[in-house]
């Protein structure tokens, strides 16, 4: 068995022999798409065993003030009906459109990410171990890892090489085993894959939205708009999300104030009252990933039945409009509902009132 526990373990060489569950050995590296991405789509692990159903003592759920951790503020998001997707795809291949008249009940939401102090919570409460951890080893950004991380490693992925698996990089050692998160507590928590969000949610009495709940909720009213503030991507010279400026993936000139993950709540919100629903972290959703979709009027749609990846929204700080321009209410992506990344978080939802 391999404990990545301490995050001052070193690095291990991931060179041509991995041990099963590796995340290079056992990668299916997608090829570059038609449209231009980050290519944190193409981060992904052979099939994991489907997690079991998970249940926690109601003693574990997120109640106000457990475990020292704060309990995550929601707003309710009153139900309605909204033109989801876009007839003017900025990405084509991703499945944006067509635009159609979808109707959501209404549901509470996170008004912001879930953080690595919530999420830490959620580990010292139940003795959760991540995905991640389990494998060992997860995707990060080359940009922010350390010159001694970066040097023990001889892998990387084809489709985008600025993407590096990294041993005993986990949600505790976000850019790396020689990183932890005591000084970014109030950052979205990161290397979680799908089922880790299910697992989270589920302990705090709630699950993931739907990427129709998702979009409804990023739109904040607004119609046929692309970001949630509206077109503009910076109004008045004032930036609204956490994104990528200068040359990906060779230079982020931090124009916006970061290079990284930004604090939750470090931009204005919608009009719904919610933060980051642009940038920062991408967002897993309940879906799974289809490009096909009805023009019919629909109700509650949960996705299609079954698939191989899951659907995540919202773009991160790697998004900028020439590499990635997936940071639009209508943008959508997938991976593989095992995956995660240096760029990958989630929030939760829970049943409104009727």
Known sequence: MRFFSLCFVLAGVIGGVFVRGSLAAHSELAPPREAAGCGCDTLRRDAAPEP??????????????????????MVLIAGGQFWMGTDDPGIPPDGEGPRRLVHVDSFYMDIQEVTNQQFQSFVNATGYITEAEKFGDSFVFEGILSESVKNQITQAVAAAPWWLPVKGANWKCPNGPDSDITDI???????????DAVAFCSWANGRLPTEAEWEYACRGGLEDRLYPWGNKLNPKGQHYANLWQGDFPNHNSAEDGYIKTSPVKSFPSNAFGLYDMAGNAWEWTADWWTVHHTTERQRNPTGPPSGTDKVKKGGSYMCHKSYCYRYRCAARSQNTPDSAASNLGFRCVAKGKT
């Open 52 to 73: 079991a159903e998970v249940r926690w003592d109601s003693a574990h759920k997120y109640s106000e003030g457990a475990n020292g951790g704060p309990r995550a503020q």
């Open 185 to 195: 507590l109030d950052h979205p928590v990161l290397h979680v894959s799908w089922a």
